[in-house]
């Protein structure tokens, strides 16, 4: 089978955000970059774990700039065969989407996380459904394959839902789909012989833009309560912060 | 106009459904356009959207549609846009809406703004909207440049308000797709209210000290008529199902009201319930980082402060 996981750079779960003066982009100063989790540690893991079982192929696919090839060879450290960065400096879902889409032809599955921890936008995946005319199943936290069958689990509101499709198929992994892998150092040494290609983006505009960036406001000072007297607290929820 | 497209579980709506259809109504307000609702497959009173501002509900039913496959409902949900000549779509940002965002802003060509919790700034042809990003840590204001547009609003973003009275329903005939996806099952817990769409949450973390002691977090779930919630540790223990977990890499949610007992608040967890209208951090460390986010703090054994938070909230809610 053959597999394609498409991996983004984003910062570092800790990472406090800061803004530029302008407020139009992040302050990237200081900020530390990680494999996005879902890609790195739900949708890599289990594309291995399918390899390592019925064979095939692991590629990955990353849209970006010379930079994001750190995080590229994390993933061919990790275990992946090879992979395509698609060297561009991005311009929104849908132009990264299209970019995608141009190498993701004669693919079985297309791995994406559930979202991305910086834009938490969850729709690069179903675009690239589209694009390429398969079915998606999003948020799926078990995929078993026979032969060209999937049978997936998908998250939904309170519960999950238990789908089956057949390949080519595109899917965002969410939590419960496989266990997060650490390279280890033969993984590290190998990954810097394996293949990284990098191609040249598809012509494509871009439909949204970033305004402005806004920091959520301070929280005032924490209001303490006694202990002993939580009819205070019950009647703060209800007559100060009107949630009760 | 606006379409919106209003899901339906079982044949009838829930609040999210309200949201979008005043989501909508709102945004039609500020183009200077109108609102109409789309219903997929059986719906029962769907007239009964006009309530929340829509002019007109439009229904779209057909066999393709019995199960979700997500290619198929954009094929309903764009060729429904495409013959009404709708230029902004509104969903919900929930499992169906992150399903199908993608896809209709792709097969549409359109800009697309996933997740907004706010209604749109309409100036001069621009049009602006707000989302989350880096999980709760940040705004963006996002303008769509494309002249159609795809929107989804997060649950419990603005308030549902009544401003009209039920309307008429119309049949729509548009080509689907034979589906790709075939469903087996689905399965939702019964009686409690999803985390996603909850008002009120109660989250127990690795304070709790064991699975055996969770009867404190359910108690005063039950009193409050909360969804129980917990923290990564005490999912990765076992000690709670996965889908309570709420944080970063679990749930995200914005209820009005999150009570957080011995929870310290790492920022991963801060991250998933920093959206909460209210916070209520009980803990026994006073140094715990979760106060720095609180609104309301209890320094106490939560053994203690549980219990007689719950007597009072019987109190309040008998008086």
Redesign the interface.
Known sequence: MKMLVCVSKTPETTTKIQLTADKTDLDKGGVQYIMNPYDEWYALVRALELKEAGGGSVTILNVGPADNDSVIRKGLAIGADDAIRVNSEGGGSLYIAKQIAAQAEGYDIVFFGKETIDYNGSEVGAMVAELLGVAYVGEASHLEMNGNVATITRDIEGGVEVVEVSTPLAISAAKGMAEQRIPNMRGIMMAKRKPLNVVEPVDAPSTTEVASYELPPAKSAVKLIDPENMDELVRLLHEEAKVI | MVLVFAEATNGKFKKAAHEVVTYGAKTAAALGSDCVALTLGNVEDAGDLGRFGATKVYNVSAPELA?????VF?AAIAGAAQQLGAKVIVLS????G??????????L???????VKAVPVVDGGKF?VR????????????????DTKVVSLVGNSIPVEESGSAVGVESLTVELPAP??????????EG??????A??VVSGGRGLKGPENWGVINDLADA?GATTACSRPVADSDWRP??E?VG???V?IHP??YIAAGISGA??HL?GV?SS??I??INKDPEAPF???????????LF??LP??T???K??KSA
């Open positions: 199960g979700f496959d997500s290619g954009t940002h929930n499992s169906t992150k399903n199908l965002t993608g896809r209709l802003a792709a097969r060509d359109a800009g697309s703004a996933p997740g602006t989302k989350a990003v880096f999980s709760g840590k940040a705004f963006a204001d996002v303008e769509i440049l494309t790709k996806v075939k469903v087996l099952s689905t399965k939702r817990a409690t209210t999803p985390l996603p769409e008002e009120l409050l996965h889908h977990h970063q890499t679990g995200a009005n009201l920022i991963q991250a920093n209208k209210t209520v951090v106060f720095k986010a609180a609104d309301y703090g209890v320094v106490g054994d203690e402060v007689r938070l007597e009072a909230v109190k309040f």
